[in-house]
């Protein structure tokens, strides 16, 4: 904080009334650029729709830059796997830990009835990890490497959702934001892309899919922010085409691709969504993490916690009558019902034990009391 800022809110200790509990967002926005910001972000899609393109185009970097891309042959024989792809970006002071999750092979095989298996499991292990570091004795230093937000690319070049677009955001809508992106918008001209993105919404909406929605603005907010949060979400699904390189259009340096007929502007609004797309990570990202923590992580940490047979309260370690370490022992360990209830009945019986000894000497202590006191009437 300035020394103006200060000697301000010093002087505003003379206010009538001013307590001072004003200055609480400046110390939060001072803990939070000092700890830094983490998010996930995963892309789904075909090979070939430009989705590593378009994270490098929205972020200014190069998250793979040894990256082999396999020939036809390789992918014939190659399944789903998935690439984390981690890089710290600095901007004005504020850090932020990038994790990128791509997932080549997706949608390129002949039978893809399976391949999105592994996403959903890999979605499922870090909610697991996430709930096992939060039950342990270090929470301090947990590493959030939940997926936060899904970028869905859509193919450009059909007449709306495959069916196994429909399959795979039916199975993870629950699970992670979904947010879709048609690839490739230059392809296309602008009366094909309207007509594409009203397709992809009915489609959407008839089969039930939840896609992530941009929060409705509060009555208070700036009528600018209103407009453009009523913008982004009349562009969803959003049409945009990545670029990597800088071209000289009218003695100005943009990013864009270059054609026969002209220049693709990835930043120009008028040739696709980008700007837009940009915009709504950024502005929203805070948002993405809260729905990922209060929605999709809550939803699987109680059915995890119901499944394994434990009820969801916070216990503890006097209340059970169990140490910390115990309780612990008891929550991360073998995942057979019959070991856990083995455990449980162990430690009933020997809390029954301790229960016993402790009134076994509490009668002791009150004959011992009462002879005492016999003997000094008769006395």
């Known amino acids: 904080m300035s020394s103006e800022t200060t000697n301000k809110n010093f002087s505003n200790l003379d206010t009538p009334g001013y307590v001072g509990f004003a200055n609480l967002p400046n110390q939060v926005h001072r803990k939070s650029v000092k700890k830094g910001f983490e998010f996930t972000l995963m892309v789904v899609g075909e090979s070939g729709l430009g989705k590593s393109t378009l994270v490098n185009s929205l972020f200014l970097t190069d998250l793979y830059p040894e990256r082999v891309i396999p020939d036809a042959i390789e992918k014939t024989n190659q399944t789903v796997k998935l690439d984390a792809s981690t890089v710290e970006i600095e901007e004005r002071g504020v850090k932020l830990r990038l994790t990128v999750v791509d997932t080549p092979g997706y949608g390129d095989a002949i039978d893809n009835t399976d391949c999105f298996r592994s996403i959903i499991q890999y979605i499922d292990e870090q909610f697991e990890r996430f709930l096992r570091d939060e ?42 934001n979904i947010v879709p992106v048609i690839a490739k918008a230059d392809c296309l001209t602008k009366k094909e892309v309207q ?12 089969e039930g899919i939840k896609i992530y929605h941009l929060p409705d603005c509060d009555s208070d907010e700036d009528e600018d922010y209103k407009e453009q949060v009523r913008q982004l979400k009349a562009a969803v699904p959003f049409a945009v085409c990545g670029a ?12 864009g691709r270059l054609y026969p007929w002209g220049v693709v502007e990835v930043e120009n609004p008028e040739h696709c969504d980008f700007i837009k797309l940009r915009t709504m990570l950024i502005t929203h990202m805070q948002d993405l993490q809260e729905v990922t923590q209060e929605v999709h992580y809550e939803n699987y940490r109680s059915e ?32 057979d019902p019959s070991d856990r209830e083995r455990a ?31 003997t000094t009437t008769t006395a």
């Open 244 to 255: 990597g390189q800088q071209l000289e259009v009218r003695g100005r340096r943009v990013r």
């Open 135 to 176: 039950s342990g004795l270090n929470r301090r230093n947990i590493v959030d490497n939940r997926i936060h937000c899904c970028f869905y690319f859509i193919s450009p070049f059909g007449h709306g959702l495959k069916p196994l677009d429909i399959e795979f955001m039916k199975q993870l809508h629950n699970k992670v």
């Open 304 to 335: 995890r916690l119901a499944r394994s047979g434990q009820v969801p309260k916070r216990h503890t370690s006097t209340e059970s009558g169990l140490s910390e370490a115990d309780s612990n022992g008891l929550t991360n360990g073998s995942e």
């Open 344 to 374: 449980l009945r162990e430690k009933e019986a020997e809390l029954r034990r301790m229960q016993e000894m402790l009134e076994q000497m509490q009668r002791q202590m009150n004959l011992q009391a009462a002879s005492g006191a016999s």
């Open 195 to 206: 007509r594409l993105k009203t397709r992809v919404m009915e489609e959407i909406e008839r």
